[in-house]
């Protein structure tokens, strides 16, 4: 038996995760991914107004708020059998695709790019050199030797006073880091700039959503937002999205191909075998005909062969999970029945559940949807994964990996980003030619079952409603995170993550950053300081990571 590595809890991620890895002749032998934290809303719902239920739901996370609430309400229009109005479709794509242009800079730049980035190196760099990298890279207007010595004088700042604030307690200087200081310094000052135009990003919700976070919006039946919309409020929505995309083309592409030009052996790194997408953005009526990020199945790393992907061949296993029973459940029947239990590695050891499709451990995100429309000639994806593959001289292979699924998620938000704006010019148009219709009237059945799909930044969503008696009998959702993070079922399968971490090379088993890197590419939403084992002294060490 190798030896063994527990990280918990993990930083830069929401919620309380645990990760545990046996590590043999230098690299990851085997894993285990624990969820520290009961959720339990589905018990909350139970009896309550279905017309209520994206509001609780939304309260599942301060991150992912208005995706919970759109696949609820879709759960619900499913169950009640009403459709809803064009104007109102295109309004719950825009605030989704707001969603992900804003989830995706926060999570390259602020959760995941210090897994790549040594911020301290950054003090070494040539502010000139910097400038003319810069330069060769990318578009932002802000640049120049004196905006970048000012970014280093800033750190610096912090060194001297003994606190470097957001970046302090990391591993910096970790021989893992392989980019130069001049590359460092532009992601570093790239990372300031980012913070600020995601609080700027984060008001496309408020616009369309009332408020963010916890968008008000939605209801069953369509939206609440459009009827009254000014020239002034589409205006500044547009602006803002321009703002951003203008951003994600000319800083967070060029960051993303500039630092994964020096970690090209990451392209065979932490991957996995199977692959799931409800897909995303419906364009009509006709799902999933006519959704933007089309929905597919892919097993074994098989692109000439994707499956269209069915909710009925879902089914959440427990025998490692702490509920009561072992039984795997398909959403519909399934059974939130708490019981806490010790944290044992050969039994139970995770409070998330362990979803299967076809009774497969299936990765979900962007990767998986990025996969699935690239092996379907999507015409919004697979032109810049080619060129992305080509600009780096990789093969397509090298997209089972940290390296693609971190590239996946760049790629993505540029498509949607564009697919925006002719959200936007439709929903002006309607309008201008007197179609103002947001909602759809319905009355509520005394029994009926629903389902709503969506796709968002972190992957597959799904939530399932059964109503009685006009109230909420059963309710089920299985979260991205759920795919990707679950433990292994009743006949030992791997969850996502557990699989990916298999082979990952650790140089220094005290500073395990290898770990983070996979990890953080998967975008956990699940929290953090690490405790790590000696494998000569058995000595715990407690680290604090950034």
């Given at each position: 038996?190798?030896?063994?590595?527990?990280?918990?809890?993990?930083?830069?991620?929401?919620?309380?995760?645990?990760?545990?890895?046996?590590?043999?002749?230098?690299?990851?032998?085997?894993?285990?991914?624990?969820?520290?934290?009961?959720?339990?809303?589905?018990?909350?719902?139970?009896?309550?107004?279905?017309?209520?239920?994206?509001?609780?739901?939304?309260?599942?996370?301060?991150?992912?708020?208005?995706?919970?609430?759109?696949?609820?309400?879709?759960?619900?229009?499913?169950?009640?059998?009403?459709?809803?109005?064009?104007?109102?479709?295109?309004?719950?794509?825009?605030?989704?695709?707001?969603?992900?242009?804003?989830?995706?800079?926060?999570?390259?730049?602020?959760?995941?790019?210090?897994?790549?980035?040594?911020?301290?190196?950054?003090?070494?760099?040539?502010?000139?050199?910097?400038?003319?990298?810069?330069?060769?890279?990318?578009?932002?207007?802000?640049?120049?030797?004196?905006?970048?010595?000012?970014?280093?004088?800033?750190?610096?700042?912090?060194?001297?006073?003994?606190?470097?604030?957001?970046?302090?307690?990391?591993?910096?200087g970790h021989p893992a880091y392989k980019l130069p200081p001049e590359a460092n310094l532009m992601a570093a000052a790239h990372y300031i700039e980012a913070l600020r135009l995601q609080a700027r990003t984060a008001r496309l919700h408020a616009i369309f959503g009332g408020k963010n976070p916890h968008p008000q919006s939605l209801v069953v039946g369509g939206v609440t937002c459009v009827q009254d919309l000014s020239p002034e409020r589409i205006a500044e929505f547009l602006y803002l999205w321009k703002e951003t995309q203008e951003f994600i083309k000319n800083v967070y592409i060029p960051d993303l191909l500039a630092v994964a030009s020096f970690y090209k052996d990451w392209g065979g790194i932490g991957g996995t075998t199977n692959f799931m997408a409800w897909g995303e953005f419906p364009g009509s009526e006709k799902e999933p005909e006519s959704l933007f990020m089309p929905r597919g199945v892919i097993k074994k790393r098989d692109l000439t062969k994707v499956g269209m992907a069915d909710q009925e061949k879902v089914t959440e296993h427990v025998a490692r999970a702490w509920y009561e029973g072992s039984k795997a459940l398909h959403p519909y029947k399934g059974e939130t029945k708490p019981q806490n239990g010790e944290y044992k590695p050969g039994g139970k050891y995770s409070w998330i559940k362990a979803p299967r499709y076809e009774e497969t451990s299936c990765e979900v995100g962007p990767l998986a949807r990025v996969l699935v429309a690239y092996a379907k000639g999507n015409t919004a994806i697979k032109p810049l994964v080619d060129d992305t593959l080509k600009k780096l001289d990789i093969p397509a292979t090298a997209l089972f990996s940290t390296l693609g699924r971190t590239a996946a998620r760049g790629l993505e938000t540029v498509a949607i980003g564009d697919a925006m704006e002719g959200w936007i010019t439709e929903l002006v148009e309607n309008i201008k030619g007197g179609d103002i219709k947001t909602y759809q009237k319905w009355e509520m059945p005394d029994k009926g079952m629903g389902v709503g799909l969506n796709d968002v930044p972190r992957g597959s969503l799904g939530h399932w409603v059964e109503i009685e008696n006009k109230k909420i009998k059963n309710y089920q959702y299985v979260v991205p995170s759920t795919w990707n993070f679950g433990p292994r079922d009743e006949k030992g399968q791997r969850g996502p993550v557990e699989e990916a971490l298999i082979g990952t090379p650790i140089a220094d088993p005290k500073r395990p950053i290898e770990v983070l890197r996979t990890v953080h590419s998967f975008d956990p939403c699940i929290a953090c300081a690490v405790h790590v084992i000696d494998p000569d002294s058995n000595e715990v060490y407690k680290v604090r990571v950034i």
């Open positions: 038996m190798g030896n063994k590595i527990i990280i918990d809890p993990i930083t830069r991620l929401e919620g309380h995760l645990r990760i545990e890895v046996e590590i043999e002749d230098g690299k990851v032998k085997d894993a285990w991914c624990s969820g520290q934290m009961f959720r339990g809303i589905e018990i909350i719902l139970q009896g309550r107004d279905p017309r209520d239920a994206h509001h609780f739901v939304q309260r599942s996370c301060g991150v992912c708020t208005y995706v919970h609430a759109l696949s609820s309400v879709r759960a619900v229009e499913d169950a009640v059998k009403v459709t809803i109005p064009k104007n109102a479709r295109l309004v719950r794509n825009l605030l989704n695709g707001a969603q992900f242009q804003h989830d995706h800079l926060i999570h390259f730049y602020h959760l995941h790019a210090l897994d790549w980035v040594d911020i301290v190196s950054a003090l070494k760099a040539d502010p000139v050199k910097t400038a003319i990298l810069a330069d060769n890279l990318s578009s932002d207007p802000k640049g120049g030797t004196v905006y970048f010595k000012g970014v280093q004088q800033r750190l610096q700042a912090f060194v001297d006073s003994g606190q470097l604030g957001p970046f302090s307690n990391a591993y910096w």
